[in-house]
């Protein structure tokens, strides 16, 4: 590790020479203010990326979304889809055109340099984007990459790259917003009325060749239930009523009892950003992010005993563990350092970026579903289920540690403009991550007291990956309308310091993990023509290597009666893409049409094996995504009146399974064969604006052989169709305000989970 750092560190010095502004920069006019927007454009200009994209501005994105997350702002871009269960939701990971919600790790999330996508896992729990160090406020704009055709970044590139830039302050500016957000939620035996509150406020100002930023947002939400306790069969437990009868996604009766995972959230999110232009020609730039949560689960039982009393029975012996699995309490600190240093010259770009994501503090409490083993004596705690309703006054539990757990990445990269009229731009660097995964569960004599005595270890998963990459492409212009480009990547990655302990009786079972190592090369290529009157076409083609991550290769985990065990033979999952873009840009906007050819062999998915309720993380021989994705941005199309749409078709399949064959010629989890939005804009008047935008996608599946035929119940995928719509009003100079309502048509659809019924959102806003 330490000569990769080394490597990267002296081609960071050879990138540091001197070099004066680009003279064509926007910014170049203002007097010592040569490099204002840095971090996305530094890359744009440096990577050259041969890929499709889309993006999306701060004015967009107050105009047209109800965001109070940044992960809303993504919602209306093609063929992307967020699962963000409620307000405050720390598991939202992004499907793409060929990946689904459970492929966490096909997508880089990137934030002012600092990478939020959480690549200790490949799934929708802890793999899932760490969204919350960002807030809509502060996004100066979001661009997005589809597809693994940009040598810049790795195989978790094969679905998409999402690089967020934040603002940063020309002179002074502060802000101050106010947000409520309700949402009435009815299914089942809960009704509810579900309130949030957000506020944010920020401050900067520039001192010369200093630019300063902070802000800060808290946002207290409470959430519909994302669990349901069920069972098997046709009656309620002996004893009880008031269960729901309903279908499970396998079509066999089940009887609801009750909703679980109803989440009370505080969380806040602090910003620290500081720029210094140590020259006209050189900025370094230092950005803080602080993520704090403290979260309260409960559950909502249905049933009532003989004399009217709540009851939490899941079985005639009284046991509650459907409903204990569905209460915790969850607190974490997280913080997020990234530093750069970049330049331009006219024929030179440099940067050099180092970020670190730390779990300074991340801790989980449940009330113990289970027996509690080990010695009395050395533990203190009783050798008893700690069942609700008693569990709600405390008791016996266990707590999941994950302090420690994080990820370091250094990135040095430069482009060189050569030949007359820039005929090559070369661009080239280097690549340096590591991913830390320190996670342990431990007995805990009072499950509401974090600092109660911890006892027995029942589970450990440790372990670490790392990747040492060196990448160059070159943009040949063959002609003044034909563009090449050639570009390739060589990576090592590094598996080592596995680790795992389960408990055993009274006992834990201790495995050393062998060390792994792989050696990947990843070609990509790119043929582009652009015309004099705005057409363009573009064949890209590249292959990339995804290697699991290492809670795919370590860590053992268990939601509930589902316990998902990792597997250390995993094999790298190779893929090769295809794409065929044909573009129209004029005054008004641009058509888009693309389409889209994907291959992965050894793909990595995780699916459950129901004969022993365990879920493993296989390799699955061979996958096959095709299809086409229609994009078009239209601005005046009558006066004062915008448009943007979507709409994608994708036929993603196995194609080959030796160990499973009936999973052969059906959809892939979580990828359905059509996604769709629309946003359509108007403003009426210079300080108002209309919006009203609508999402769907088809049915979706979440079994390998699509036998899970019921999608419209707990853990089912289904289809969906909402309609969203906002208004904003600018009073003034320095306020202004919106009125937002989300899924207006109140569709009450499964993605795994329920999902936000109608909500409003009232949102005010100053600015100095």
């Not at 999330?109 to 160090?133: C, M, Q, T, V």
């Not at 949030?196 to 207290?220: H, N, V, Y």
């Not at 994950?402 to 030949?419: E, F, N, P, S």
Request: proline share 4%; aromatic share 8%; charged share 15%.
């Amino acid at each position: 590790m330490m000569k990769y750092i080394s490597l990267a560190a002296l081609g960071a010095g050879l990138l540091g020479c001197p070099v004066v502004a680009h003279a064509d920069d926007a910014e170049a006019d203002a007097p010592g203010r040569a490099i204002v927007v840095i971090g996305q454009k530094q890359s744009n200009t440096i990577e050259n990326a041969p890929s499709t994209k889309a993006g999306v501005n701060a004015e967009q994105i107050a105009t047209t979304v109800n965001a109070v997350s940044v992960e809303d702002t993504l919602k209306y871009l093609p063929s992307l889809v967020i699962r963000k269960r409620h307000i405050g939701d720390n598991f939202a990971p992004i499907a793409t055109r060929t990946s689904g919600l459970g492929a966490s790790a096909r997508s880089l999330i990137y934030a002012d340099g600092a990478l939020l996508s959480a690549l200790i896992g490949n799934n929708n729990g802890n793999g899932s984007p760490r969204w919350s160090l960002v807030t809509p406020e502060e996004i100066d704009r979001i661009d997005v990459l589809y597809g693994p055709f940009s040598a810049a970044y790795s195989g978790n590139s094969i679905g998409t790259v999402v690089t967020i830039t934040t603002r940063l302050p020309d002179k002074l500016e502060a802000r101050a917003t106010a947000l409520v957000n309700v949402q009435d939620f009815s299914l089942y035996g809960t009704r509810d009325t579900l309130p949030t509150t957000q506020f944010s406020g920020s401050i900067g100002d520039r001192f010369g060749p200093l630019a300063l930023f902070a802000s800060m947002t808290r946002t207290e939400a409470h959430s519909q239930p994302i669990s349901f306790t069920t069972i098997t069969g046709t009656t309620d437990p002996a004893g009880t009523s008031g269960g729901y009868p309903d279908l499970n996604k396998l079509a066999q009766a089940i009887r609801v009892l009750g909703g679980g995972g109803i989440e009370h959230h505080v969380q806040s999110t602090y910003k620290v950003k500081a720029a210094l232009d140590l020259s006209a020609n050189i900025r370094a730039t230092y950005v803080l992010g602080i993520w704090t949560d403290k979260t309260e689960g409960t559950v909502d039982s249905y049933l009532r005993d003989a004399s009217g009393a709540v009851s939490y029975k899941t079985a005639a012996s009284g046991v509650t563990t459907g409903f204990n699995s569905a209460a915790y309490t969850r607190e974490a600190l997280h913080f997020s350092h990234a530093l750069s240093l970049s330049g331009a010259s006219p024929k030179l770009d440099w940067q050099i970026v180092g970020a670190l994501y730390d779990y300074a503090h991340d801790w989980q409490n449940n009330p113990s579903p289970d027996t509690v083993t080990g010695t009395t004596a050395a533990t203190g705690f009783v050798g008893t289920r700690n069942d609700l309703p008693g569990a709600f006054a405390g008791g016996v539990g266990t707590i999941v540690k994950q302090d420690g757990t994080g990820w370091v990445t250094l990135d040095g990269k430069a482009a060189i403009r050569l030949g007359n009229g820039d005929a090559h731009t070369l661009s080239f660097g280097a690549h340096v991550d590591r991913e830390t995964l320190n996670a342990q569960t431990l007995t805990l004599a009072n499950w509401l007291d974090s600092n109660s005595a911890q006892g027995q270890l029942r589970s450990a998963s440790l372990g670490n990956t790392r990747t040492f990459a060196l990448w160059a492409q070159d943009a040949v212009k063959l002609t003044p309308a034909l563009t090449l480009k050639l570009g390739a990547r060589y990576e090592w990655w590094r598996a080592d310091g596995g680790f795992n302990t389960t408990l055993s009786t009274a006992v834990n079972a201790t495995i050393l993990q062998p060390e792994r190592q792989f050696n990947g090369f990843s070609p990509k290529a790119s043929l582009e023509w652009k015309g004099d009157n705005g057409y363009s076409v573009r064949l890209s083609a590249g292959q990339a290597y995804r290697t699991p991550t290492v809670g795919e290769l370590y860590q053992t985990t268990a939601v509930g009666t589902l316990l998902t065990n990792p597997n250390p033979t995993l094999l790298p999952e190779r893929a090769r893409s295809l794409e065929l873009a044909f573009t129209k840009q004029d005054a008004h906007g641009s058509y888009r049409i693309s389409l889209f050819n994907e291959v992965i062999v050894n793909a990595l998915i995780s699916q459950l094996n129901a004969a022993t309720n365990t879920t493993f993380v296989q390799n699955v021989d061979r996958t096959r995504a095709r299809g086409v994705e229609f994009a078009l941005e239209r601005r005046d199309i009558l006066p004062g009146l915008d448009l943007s749409a979507s709409l994608t078709y994708a036929d993603a399949i196995t194609a080959k399974n030796s160990n499973f064959p009936a999973a052969v010629g059906k959809l892939l989890p979580g990828v359905p064969h059509w996604k769709g939005n629309m946003v359509l804009t108007w403003r009426p008047a210079p300080r108002l604006s209309l919006t009203t935008a609508a999402r769907f996608t088809s049915r979706n599946f979440a079994n390998l052989a699509n036998d899970d035929t019921v999608g419209q119940t707990y853990q089912g995928f289904y289809r969906y169709f909402v309609v969203d719509a906002r208004a904003t009003f600018k009073l003034n100079d320095h306020l202004d305000s919106a009125l937002g309502v989300d899924n207006l048509n109140n569709n009450k659809y499964f993605l795994f989970h329920p999902f936000p019924q109608r909500n409003f959102t009232v949102q005010v806003n100053w600015r100095l």
